[in-house]
Nanobody, 125 residues
Framework: QVQLVESGGRLVQPGGSLRLSCAAS????????MGWFRQAPGKEHEFVAAISWTGATTYYEASVKGRFTISRDNAKNTVYLQMNSLKPEDTAVYYC??????????????????WGQGTQVTVSS
């Protein structure tokens, strides 16, 4: 069992930056692919970014590519989402998720086994 706790969400102005963190419990974090998803009010759950368990492979949703960077520190059991050039349409609750399968990281929420509780990101002037 893995528990995930996100942090770092807050109100930020358009064009600003935020770094979200997701701390994982358990000794097997380094063997899990990790993903970030988001959900805005009235919208579907949306894939944002994913990283393989080695950290060698990353995937991004098209609208965040070039602005967001996913990374991980297996020594700290933590995955990060660096978000730059934020836009109002990035406003959402952001969730991290863990996939224990050791397959390449997926872009569908059904690929993930464990989820955090979410952290609110609001981009507004």
């Amino acid at each position: 069992q893995v528990q995930l706790v996100e942090s770092g969400g807050r109100l930020v102005q358009p064009g600003g930056s935020l770094r979200l963190s997701c701390a994982a419990s358990g000794r097997t974090f380094s063997s899990y692919s990790m993903g970030w998803f988001r959900q805005a009010p009235g919208k579907e759950h949306e894939f944002v970014a994913a990283i393989s368990w080695t950290g060698a492979t990353t995937y991004y949703e098209a609208s965040v590519k070039g602005r967001f960077t996913i990374s991980r520190d297996n020594a700290k059991n933590t995955v990060y989402l660096q978000m730059n050039s934020l836009k109002p349409e990035d406003t959402a609750v952001y969730y991290c998720a863990a996939d224990r399968s050791r397959l390449p990281p997926g872009t569908s929420s059904s690929a993930y086994d464990y989820w955090g509780q979410g952290t609110q990101v609001t981009v507004s002037s």
